[in-house]
Each structure stands twice: as C-alpha cells, then as structure tokens.
C-alpha cells in the first residue's frame, strides 16, 4: 500500500479547467491546432502531455479561481517579475502562470529546441545559450495566443539567464553516454557508478547532473529496445523526443538494492511512496522524483511479507535462496544501474491510438493491466535478449534455476525490456498497485513461451 501522504486523488475540476484552456487557445491559435493534430496522428500522443506550463493573464483568472481547483502558489527563487506561479502538488499536470498582459502562451516541452523548431519547420528565434538550463523560443503568435517551446537542462524555474556550467555540463554527460557498465563484480560496479554520480554532482549540482544522467539512461535502453527505437523515430519526426516521459523503471538485486537508492539521492531524489504488492506477489518497489527535473524512478526488487514494515530502501536487504520475479531477471541480464539498463521506459500517450498504431511496425502491445478512467498501462512485446553462459551457469549452481530452464534460457534468450504505454487523466499522479503486480507475475522470465516448448 501507498504510505499515508502519498494517497494520489483525483481531480476532475482541474482537468476541466485544463481541457478549457487548452481547447480554447487551439481555437484561437490554427498552427498550434495542426500540430496538436499531427502530434495525435503521426506520433500518438495528445498535446496536453507536451506542455510545460500555461501562461494567462491576471484577467483572465484570479487567484482565487486557480486556488478553488487545487493549485497553490509557490515561491520561486528565479521569479519572473510580475509572474505568480500555480501547481498543484498532488497531480501530475503542469503550472500555471498568471501575468500581465492580455495574452495567453503554451510552452511546449521537446527534448531539444533545434530539433523541435527544424522540424516543425518555423525557425524561430531561440533565447538561451545552447546546453544551458533553460532555453525558449516562440513558435507561433496569433491574436492573443503564443505557442513557445521551452528546453529545461535540470532546472525548474522560469528566468532564461547564461549558464557558466555549460562545459561542465557536456563533460559530465558525455561521461554519463560513455561510462562504463560491464565490471568484474557488481559491488566494483556500484561503487565506481556511485563515485562518478557524487562528483558530477558536487561540479554541476544533482539537477543538471540528474537531467544529463536519464538523457543517457534512456539512449541505453532505447538502443535495445526496437519499440522504444520506433517511437522515438515517430516523435523524432516532429522534433519532440523523449519530453513526454513519465517515469523510468529500474530493477535491483537486493544486496544492490540500498546502493542503487544511495546513487539516484546523491542527485537530489527524494523518496516518495513505497509499493507493497501483497503478502504473495514476492515484490515492492520505492518510487523516487526530483521536483525540479520533473523525473520519476520507479525501482523494483524482490521483497518478502516481513520486510515491508522496514525501512528496505536504507536498511539493506540480505540475499535469499530463491528469486522472485524481479531478482531472476536481475541474476540473468545483471543490474539496471550498469549492464542491464531499465527494465522499461513509460511515456505519455493516447493510450488506445499508441496500441493501434504499433502494429503497422510489427510490434504488439499486451493485453493492458491497468484501464481505468484516470489510469491506462500495457507493456509493448518484451524484447528477448541474450543471456550470458556465466551468468545460467551461476544460477544453476546456486539451485536458483533450473536444468531445463538454463538449457532454454541458454537457446532462446529471455525477455529483457519493455516500453510502456501509459495514460494518465484526472491528474492522477500515483499508480495501480494490483495491476501492476499482476504484470510483474505475467513477464517472470520462467514463464515466458520458448520456442521448443
């Protein structure tokens, strides 16, 4: 179950005003209404999941209005002047800004601003120096509409100002792409991982450091993943990337377990809630975010009735003679954090056009476990990989798999990765416990299909 203050709700009076926002400027504003268009047909997702933040005017909605949906105000250390900053801190949606002046502006949220504006074809001018924290451009002014995109490098705030990290910046990233993954023994591994982390924290600060981390984390994954390589593709046609992301899933051995948790907070995370998927699901995982990134990590590792009541992410989890779901796919492709990569990515998407339309490419979606009203998950087809003979030769002498198992294990691979399709409404910001067991238990590499079965 969620701990107490993480009881995500749902807030439909939000999303209405959101939907009224938005459909209002697409209205108003043609080029932004072709590219929502283009954006639901050519990529399958829905252009609300690529906003940053909604600007209006003070006229337009007062504090108080914004207040009766559940958005607070918050201070903000780089404060635009005359802007007032809004969000509601249960939900996953966006802020909003009121200020002077009689228009209102969307700003979008790409991963690169050059590709957004190269592809979308307007050439606009970019304010900010490139690598930077934050950049802007603006797309589209018509009436009193602005279409702007915005490109965040690990900050939060709103103020475009140069950035005297920018080096350091591309050096840490460049060693996060090129770091290495394959060591002797995982505890080397987890230790060189942590050193490299810490440094690039103590040079640049944990939110750039973080933001030039995931940048690489997800270029890993993708490369082994042909439904995150087609994706990409598809929203790489518009410019977008991977700005539509909604949390990044690793798993763990649970000697490693505390490890990993110590590396994502030596870059600022923060703890949010812990999953427990029952006393028989033989899992549960900690759910990790950095406000000023806007990353979600969900972490996975095998976890039995009697240690739900402790604190495991610190507290360290000793190894058992059996694997569960999460420690067998941990002990055939090795750790998330180094060799494995994630488990899966989650994106944002128009959950049912998404499944749809991957099938033109070959690629299948299974069977959602989550189709709620405020909540839809499916996992893509996993992708098989090979598993390594040192690695089955181990587990079968530690009587963790067995004979036959690692001779099909050995022939035909096992499944490595996913991508999942996610969409979220009412912003609804948490996740389905029961479902989401449910697909753990579905993708146990012990239950996969072989071939010569």
């Known amino acids: ?37 283009r954006m639901l047909e050519e990529t399958s997702t829905r252009f609300t999941d690529w906003i940053d933040h909604i600007a209006i005017p003070a006229t337009a909605a007062s504090a108080a209005k914004l207040s009766s949906i559940g958005l607070a105000e ?38 690169s601003i050059e590709d957004f504006a190269q592809a979308i074809g307007t050439g606009p001018e970019i304010i900010g120096e490139p690598f930077s924290r934050l950049r802007k451009a603006i797309i589209s002014k018509e009436g009193s509409t602005i279409l702007s995109a915005v490109e965040r490098r690990g900050y939060g705030g709103y103020l475009i100002k140069e950035s005297d990290d920018r080096d350091e910046y591309l050096s840490i990233m460049g060693a996060f792409f090129g770091r290495r993954r ?31 981390f995931f940048r690489a984390e997800r270029a890993y994954w993708q490369r082994r993943n042909r439904a995150g390589q087609t994706q ?66 969900f972490t996975d ?65 299974m069977p959602p476990f989550s189709y709620f009203d405020f909540l839809k998950q499916a996992f893509t087809q996993g992708e098989r990989w090979k598993v390594d003979g040192k690695r089955l030769d181990a587990l079968l002498s530690a009587s963790l798999i067995t004979k036959e198992q690692h001779s099909k ?5 096992a499944i490595g990765s996913h ?25 146990d590499p012990r239950k996969q299909r072989f071939t010569g079965a």
Not at 199 to 206: D, F, L, N, P, Q
Not at 409 to 413: C, H, K, Q, V
Not at 432 to 443: D, H, L
């Open 1 to 37: 179950m969620a701990e107490g203050k993480f009881e995500w709700g749902l807030y439909p009076r939000l999303e209405e005003f959101v939907k009224e926002q938005v459909s209002s400027f697409l209205t108003k504003n043609e080029f932004a209404r072709d590219l929502s268009t």
């Open 74 to 111: 918050e201070s903000q250390n780089d404060a635009v002047k005359g802007v007032r900053v809004f969000r509601h801190s249960q939900s996953y949606l966006f802020p909003f800004l009121l200020r002077r002046g009689g228009s209102t502006e969307i700003a979008l949220k790409p991963e």
């Open 182 to 212: 394959l060591f002797e023994s995982d505890e080397e591994g987890m230790e060189e991982t942590g050193v490299l982390v810490s440094e690039s924290a103590r040079r640049i600060g944990g939110a750039r450091a973080s933001d030039a």
């Open 232 to 297: 990409k593709a598809r929203q790489d046609r518009l410019g977008l990337g991977w700005g539509n992301h909604d949390h990044h899933t690793y798993r763990s051995s649970r000697k490693n377990f505390s490890r990993m948790i110590g590396i994502f907070e030596k870059l600022g995370y923060a703890c949010r809630e812990k999953y427990y998927a029952g006393e028989k699901a033989g899992w549960g995982a900690q759910i990790l975010e950095h406000r000023e990134c806007g990353i979600v990590v």
């Open 301 to 365: 590792v095998d976890l039995w009735p009697e240690e739900t009541r402790m604190d495991f992410s610190h507290k360290g989890l000793r190894p058992r003679g059996e694997l569960g779901t999460v420690g067998l796919w941990v002990g055939l492709h090795g750790e998330s954090i180094l060799q494995a990569g994630m488990h899966h990515l989650e994106a944002r998407f128009d959950h049912d056009k998404l499944s749809a339309d991957l099938q033109a490419y070959g690629l299948k979606v």
């Open 409 to 413: 294990f050995s022939a035909e691979g």
């Open 419 to 443: 991508m999942e399709n996610l969409e979220r409404d009412q912003g609804f910001k948490g996740f389905n416990r029961s479902s989401v067991t449910k697909i753990i238990r579905e993708t």
